[in-house]
């Protein structure tokens, strides 16, 4: 008799425990939900605040008529222009090295080349002043060649590839390692020379990589500060960039300007990040055309 009860004891005790389980799964995803809201808001909101400030208050059209906000915006696209143009003739052959060939000290070029990302920038501008600086290791040498790097337009373009070029070389070392070698092979076989297989094979096959590493390096050559300001210093109409802009104007009590100069630098932070996944959808859906 007991053993005949016990099936359905079984079953009642089941059913009565499915109400608890849902209960106990919808709170744990309103947790869940929470915690992930709490961390998005904290994310999303200074930004947030930051633009409708700027935008509301009219602080941002106020720029057009602020010298010192265009003269660092000039000079930020003109800085940032150069050393993305000498990142990707001097990076692309890197990216193609470290994807195409293993070597004895590979792994030290890579770590070498990722250092630079997870250094602080102030640690970096300084180890650029004792290479190029006055009394550092290659100073003399270019002193008396009547070059003086420091505190000028050329040293705010170098810090900016210093910390902006690894962006690139790992994107690019990663499209170009995806290309598949048997393509490449096959344009050899049909007498394509080195230089026209990397530009009608390995190029358009990696293009997407390419790209998302080339405007993530302009956002961070743009947004760089830190190895800019030890290395370059802070002289308005030379090497006054406009995130300079944002901490000289707020130090002084410009505190419109610094918010003006600050939306123009996130919106131009979201351009890049809008462009970088347009390009990764634009690649899924490739990838689906061909499949």
Known sequence: MDTARAPASIALSSRSEKPHRGIAARAGRAGLLGLAAVLAIFLALPVAVLVIRSVAGGMLLGVVGSATVLDALGLSLMTTAASVIATVLLGTPLAMVLARRHFRGSSLVETAIDLPIVLPPSVAGLALLLVFGRRGVLGEPLQL?????????????????FVAAPFFIRSARAGIAAVDRDLEDAARVDGASERHVFRWITVPLAAPA??????????RALGEFGATIMFAGNVAGRTQTLPLVVYGEFQGGGLDASIAAATILVLAALGVLVAVRALRWGRALDLRGSG
């Open 145 to 161: 060649a009547g070059l003086s790097i420091p505190f000028t337009t050329l040293a705010v373009v170098l810090a900016q590839i």
């Open 210 to 219: 390419l790209a998302a590493g080339l405007v993530m390096c302009w956002a």
